[in-house]
């Protein structure tokens, strides 16, 4: 393999990429696991010879990486990065990039198919759901949803916990008849309601909520049981997070650019027998029918994108699975709310304790004027995008499963300090 080190140990430069056409194979697929997918079943491998190095692993954050802790795109995990850094220019001896490929090749099929294979396996997803890997993100659902599963004349409910389960509502209004049984603006979206205290329509053909609001930082700890219907989810920015019982739902949506892989990807799971009622005004490319025939390859899907997806899922099997993930993220969080709740109101969460996300921390600083230096400061400790959303202000450390232990440790140090020079 033609490749010289950089000054870090953890960052490779391609100088010479026409002699890497024998870095062949360096990531084998070999599985006995078996998953009921939409698939026809298949060897899930790919054609390539025998390895002859393996990337490095990232055990620790390098020196030339920041702590990102951007709301989405977020940070990535640094081993995954390498590892596609290593079969950018030629994937497992295909003689071509993933980006090259066609989506209808075998290569590309088996990268799509272990995807989801891996993705049923953390979600133990039941063999009557379907899983798409589609485009348009999270808000191209809040059409596609009501487009779908209902026609103009039904009802649906949407309980508004934050920002983007308002603006789903507000999408659905063009295509059926939604109803908010339950809004959390006027507490400024810092709580979740009492599901015995919701008052859901008889007649509703699905129940919406988004179960972690990025903006606000206000998460579902349960989910509430639709009383006629079923349950919809928008579950981008904490997918992959934790285990969830995907029975309970009809449909979960997900935009991959929090948890899973880069922008560009957005992963439907949905019960069988909600597909092929769409209305008939619906663009084909909103049609859950035309994708769950074609697999998701109706027409060019991102594929690098998917294939990021891929190894994110592979990584997150090889930890031990979704309870795994929850320990760590559970960890995290409660360094990082401890630290705000301990430091006698320099630091202040507005969240109410028992609904707050694992995944996003939103929290301002008593003396509001300093905020301003508290993120410049951060920035020049590699510590970057703890800036609230727009709409709300203050700071915000977005904490997904790809934020080290390590990031959160050394942002709470920073914390300290900040409050001991400027309480």
Same mark, same amino acid.
């Given at each position: 393999?033609?490749?010289?080190?950089?000054?870090?140990?953890?960052?490779?430069?391609?100088?010479?990429?026409?002699?890497?056409?024998?870095?062949?194979?360096?990531?084998?697929?070999?599985?006995?696991?078996?998953?009921?997918?939409?698939?026809?079943?298949?060897?899930?491998?790919?054609?390539?010879?025998?390895?002859?190095?393996?990337?490095?692993?990232?055990?620790?954050?390098?020196?030339?990486?920041?702590?990102?802790?951007?709301?989405?795109?977020?940070?990535?995990?640094?081993?995954?990065?390498?590892?596609?850094?290593?079969?950018?220019?030629?994937?497992?001896?295909?003689?071509?990039?993933?980006?090259?490929?066609?989506?209808?090749?075998?290569?590309? !099929?088996?990268?799509?198919?272990?995807?989801?294979?891996?993705?049923?396996?953390?979600?133990?997803?039941?063999?009557?759901?379907?899983?798409?890997?589609?485009?348009?993100?999270?808000?191209?659902?809040?059409?596609?949803?009501?487009?779908?599963?209902?026609?103009?004349?039904?009802?649906?409910?949407?309980?508004?916990?934050?920002?983007?389960?308002?603006?789903?509502?507000?999408?659905?209004?063009?295509?059926?008849?939604?109803?908010?049984?339950?809004?959390?603006?006027?507490?400024?979206?810092?709580?979740?309601?009492?599901?015995?205290?919701?008052?859901?329509?008889?007649?509703?053909?699905?129940?919406?909520?988004?179960?972690?609001?990025?903006?606000?930082?206000?998460?579902?700890?349960?989910?509430?049981?639709?009383?006629?219907?079923?349950?919809?989810?928008?579950?981008?920015?904490?997918?992959?997070?934790?285990?969830?019982?995907?029975?309970?739902?009809?449909?979960?949506?997900?935009?991959?650019?929090?948890?899973?892989?880069?922008?560009?990807?957005?992963?439907?799971?949905?019960?069988?027998?909600?597909?092929?009622?769409?209305?008939?005004?619906?663009?084909?490319?909103?049609?859950?029918?035309?994708?769950?025939?074609?697999?998701? !390859?109706?027409?060019?899907?991102?594929?690098?994108?998917?294939?990021?997806?891929?190894?994110?899922?592979?990584?997150?099997?090889?930890?031990?699975?979704?309870?795994?993930?929850?320990?760590?993220?559970?960890?995290?969080?409660?360094? !990082?709310?401890?630290?705000?709740?301990?430091?006698?109101?320099?630091?202040?969460?507005?969240?109410?304790?028992?609904?707050?996300?694992?995944?996003?921390?939103?929290?301002?600083?008593?003396?509001?004027?300093?905020?301003?230096?508290?993120?410049?400061?951060?920035?020049?400790?590699?510590?970057?995008?703890?800036?609230?959303?727009?709409?709300?202000?203050?700071?915000?450390?977005?904490?997904?499963?790809?934020?080290?232990?390590?990031?959160?440790?050394?942002?709470?140090?920073?914390?300290?300090?900040?409050?001991?020079?400027?309480?």
């Amino acid at each position: 393999m033609s490749m010289s080190m950089a000054t870090s140990n953890h960052t490779l430069f391609l100088h010479n990429p026409t002699n890497l056409t024998n870095t062949t194979n360096l990531f084998p697929i070999t599985t006995t696991r078996t998953a009921t997918t939409t698939f026809k079943p298949i060897s899930i491998k790919c054609t390539a010879t025998t390895r002859t190095q393996a990337p490095p692993q990232a055990s620790t954050q390098s020196q030339d990486r920041v702590f990102n802790f951007a709301a989405g795109p977020a940070t990535l995990p640094e081993n995954v990065l390498l590892k596609a850094q290593s079969e950018l220019y030629n994937w497992r001896g295909s003689g071509m990039s993933v980006m090259e490929m066609s989506h209808r090749g075998k290569e590309f !099929l088996s990268i799509i198919q272990k995807a989801e294979s891996d993705l049923r396996t953390l979600l133990n997803i039941p063999s009557e759901y379907s899983v798409l890997f589609l485009q348009g993100g999270a808000t191209t659902q809040f059409a596609a949803i009501p487009l779908n599963l209902c026609t103009p004349q039904d009802t649906v409910d949407y309980v508004v916990t934050g920002s983007w389960s308002d603006k789903a509502f507000k999408e659905a209004q063009k295509y059926c008849k939604p109803k908010v049984i339950w809004s959390g603006k006027s507490e400024k979206y810092t709580k979740i309601p009492s599901f015995s205290g919701l008052n859901q329509s008889t007649d509703a053909r699905y129940l919406h909520i988004c179960a972690n609001e990025t903006i606000h930082g206000v998460e579902f700890k349960d989910y509430p049981t639709p009383k006629n219907g079923v349950l919809v989810a928008d579950m981008s920015s904490n997918f992959c997070s934790k285990p969830v019982d995907v029975s309970r739902f009809g449909l979960i949506y997900a935009g991959a650019q929090k948890n899973v892989g880069p922008s560009g990807v957005t992963i439907v799971i949905i019960r069988k027998d909600l597909i092929g009622n769409a209305q008939g005004l619906t663009p084909v490319m909103l049609d859950y029918k035309i994708h769950d025939e074609n697999n998701s !390859l109706y027409n060019t899907p991102p594929c690098y994108g998917i294939y990021m997806c891929g190894l994110v899922f592979e990584d997150l099997v090889e930890q031990g699975g979704l309870k795994e993930v929850e320990k760590k993220n559970k960890k995290k969080a409660e360094i !990082l709310y401890n630290a705000i709740d301990d430091s006698k109101g320099f630091f202040r969460c507005p969240v109410d304790k028992s609904v707050r996300s694992l995944m996003n921390v939103p929290f301002t600083l008593e003396k509001a004027e300093l905020e301003v230096e508290f993120i410049k400061e951060a920035a020049k400790e590699k510590m970057v995008q703890l800036k609230g959303h727009r709409s709300v202000g203050g700071m915000r450390a977005s904490i997904y499963n790809a934020m080290p232990l390590a990031g959160v440790e050394k942002l709470v140090a920073f914390m300290k300090d900040f409050q001991a020079r400027h309480a």
